[in-house]
């Protein structure tokens, strides 16, 4: 669908990345980027707005700054600790109806000191926060229409730090015990290694899951999420309309402004959940054997594919020391929802998923 098809189709950008903030921390900051219209291109409602919320995580609220560390979400190991007062963080709800009340349970404070099969309250979701006045025109600016198609998109990574391994060639041990150690060499390239789909950083380090609407109440702790995000073709769920890469994430129905409800998606998923760590025990050169993490990892690191990507597409198995920083940074798109369609609507040719994956290609 070309560009100039699209009307009133470039909207806003939020950009929100998971940045880690020591060796053992993951947190979320946000930052908003409002993206003029582009002449000849697109015409936007001007009163349309997207916000971003995921209160499990850092106890804040549709619109709220966030920022990579962020001194504002509540610290604390008793429920005492949780702030009082009238600008007081509400107490979010976890997908069971019980509350984090808890402030050290947050999903923020959790992340920064993750360890193996931690599970990490998370729940992001977006909302058509256009202000518009309840008439029976249709919540029209301009003579369109406030309503929007979502997505979510996704680039997971990872950083790989100077002291991370790999077995020499000649190397014979097994690692499972200290007197039969991997003999092991320096692994380059280092630097940040973005995962080319969610597969592979499921794979390497971690994975999201979500509680499904229909769940019981029994299965309804985030220790009983399903694997994966909350995907469908219809209804409160979303597509990958990113070719099977997990990559982007368009929502199945048309936010509006009509109430409160039907402004707002559903999470994509309602937790991230650390993969199980094998150690193994590594020897470099001379040194004593150590316990060290193993991953196994397929990506590419700057410019370069070497030791990493390789011509097979196989995993490098590497070893760390320390549990490693990891990224899970994502961008939250909306377009214009007058004469765009779901993807396969009988008798449309403008799909709303074409629009959100050329607006997300270009941002």
């Given at each position: 669908?070309?560009?100039k098809?699209i ?16 060796t ?5 900051a946000?930052?908003?980027?409002d993206?003029?219209?582009v ?9 349309i707005?997207?916000?971003f ?6 106890a ?34 976890l997908?069971?109806?019980?509350t ?16 193996s ?22 919540y029209?600016?301009?003579g369109?229409?406030s309503?929007e ?29 200290k ?13 940040t ?28 702790a985030?220790d ?6 909350r995907i ?26 009509a109430?409160?409800?039907t402004?707002?998606?559903d ?6 959940r650390?993969?199980?760590?094998t ?11 150590e ?11 700057g410019?370069s594919t ?10 490098q198995?590497?070893y ?26 009988s008798?449309?040719?403008d799909?709303?998923d ?10």
């Open positions: 669908m070309k560009l098809k009307r009133n189709a470039l909207l806003v950008v939020l950009t929100l990345a998971l940045v880690s903030a020591t053992v921390a993951i947190t979320w946000l930052a908003t980027k993206i003029s219209p002449t000849n291109k697109f015409t936007s409602n001007p009163e707005k997207l916000e919320q995921e209160p499990t995580f850092d804040k609220t549709w619109g709220e700054e966030r920022t990579p560390t962020d001194s504002s979400v509540p610290t604390g190991a008793t429920t005492n600790d949780w702030p009082t007062g009238s600008d007081a963080p509400a107490k979010p709800e997908p069971d109806g019980s984090i009340d808890i402030p050290d349970n947050l999903g923020y404070n959790k992340a920064r000191k993750y360890t099969e931690s599970i990490i309250p998370k729940n992001p979701q977006l909302r058509n926060s256009t202000n518009v006045t309840f008439t029976t025109d249709n029209q600016q301009n369109t229409t309503d198609w979502v997505a979510l998109k996704v680039k997971y990574s990872l950083t790989v730090t100077a002291s991370t391994f790999k077995a020499t060639s000649g190397n014979t041990g097994t690692g499972d015990d007197s039969d150690p991997i003999l092991v060499e320096a692994f380059t390239p280092t630097g290694l973005v995962f080319d789909t969610y597969d592979d950083f499921s794979h390497a380090i971690a994975s999201v899951g979500y509680i499904p609407a229909g769940a019981t109440a029994a299965n309804k985030l009983k999420a399903l694997d994966d995000q469908g073709t219809t209804g409160d769920t979303w597509r990958d309309i990113s070719d099977g890469k997990g990559t982007l994430f368009m929502y199945n129905r048309k936010l509006t402004t109430s409160d409800a402004r707002k998606t999470t994509l998923f309602d937790c991230v650390i993969n199980e760590m150690q193994k025990w590594v020897k470099s050169g001379e040194a004593t054997p316990l060290y993490y193993v991953f196994e990892l397929r990506g590419k690191i410019e070497v030791g990493v990507l390789g011509n097979s597409g196989s995993y198995t590497v760390m020391q320390n549990l490693p920083d990891f990224d899970i940074s994502m961008s939250g798109y909306a377009v214009q929802g007058d004469n765009l369609y779901l993807p396969g609507t008798g449309q040719t799909f709303a074409d629009a959100l994956k050329t607006f997300a290609s270009k941002n």
